[in-house]
């Protein structure tokens, strides 16, 4: 069974400084791992995707994330944040198996952005 | 272009009163699932579906029932509401495990 722990419930941050969020994993097969957003009374949107190969990935809005396999890690990162960035965010790792894939989330982050 | 539709909104519903929320996708998925939504808690998995007749329990599937009779539509119902169920619920749709999951905006359920 794979877990996914968030380990900041709130990130307090001013706007254009930089942010981490952060996202450790554990899963006893291989994983694909997503950071998801959800602005409020939303859905959750996609931000990027770790499936293989390179370790930095890119996403939308500026975000950009790191795969750290000895460290189970998949922290998500912004080097100069808006107000607009004031959402929750959601990593999630998902496991392949038996023939059947489900998505485990962490509890979140709730990045807030003020001037 | 839709994407993952959920039915309804929001709803209050008395304690044993029962009810179906609807989700609709028009993208061909074949992967379908609901979760519920927490303060404090993230996502939890409710169902899933692997494909049109299919279902499958997740984390928290108690007081929970789900039918896929076509491969568009996953239904999620409450026999006799409870307190405990009031969340937001999220469907959510996706062609595999490589794959995004897209999601529904929710169905915000209250239970008195």
């Known amino acids: 069974a794979q877990s996914v722990t968030q380990l900041d419930s709130q990130v307090p941050v001013f706007e254009e400084a930089p942010v981490e969020l952060r996202c450790n994993y554990s899963?006893?097969?291989?994983?694909?791992l997503f950071w998801y957003v959800q602005y409020p009374n939303q859905g959750l949107q996609l931000l990027l995707k770790?499936?293989?190969?390179?370790?930095l990935v890119k996403g939308i809005n500026g975000f950009e994330a790191e795969f750290n396999k000895s460290q189970t890690s998949f922290h998500l990162r912004k080097p100069s944040v808006h107000i607009s960035d004031t959402a929750e965010y959601f990593c999630?790792?998902?496991?392949?198996?038996?023939?059947?894939?489900?998505?485990?989330f962490g509890k979140g982050t709730m990045l807030l952005v003020s001037p | 272009n839709a994407g993952v539709t959920q039915t309804p909104k929001f709803r209050v519903l008395k304690t044993g009163q029962s009810m179906t929320l609807l989700c609709a996708q028009d993208?061909?998925?074949?992967?379908m699932y609901w979760y519920r939504q927490d303060p404090g808690m993230g996502l939890r998995l409710i169902h899933y579906?692997?494909?049109?007749?299919?279902?499958a329990k997740g984390e928290v599937p108690d007081g929970y029932n789900v039918s896929r009779l076509k491969k568009q539509n996953f239904l999620l119902g409450l026999e006799s509401a409870a307190p405990s169920q009031t969340s937001v619920y999220f469907c959510?749709?996706?062609?595999?495990?490589?794959?995004?999951?897209?999601f529904g905006d929710g169905t915000r359920l209250s239970i008195l």
């Open positions: 959510a749709s996706t062609t595999g495990s490589r794959q995004p999951q897209h």
């Open positions: 579906s692997v494909g049109e007749g299919t279902t």
């Open positions: 899963s006893s097969v291989s994983v694909y």
């Open positions: 993208m061909n998925h074949e992967y």
């Open positions: 999630a790792v998902s496991a392949y198996h038996s023939g059947y894939s489900t998505l485990t």
């Open positions: 770790y499936l293989s190969g390179s370790t």
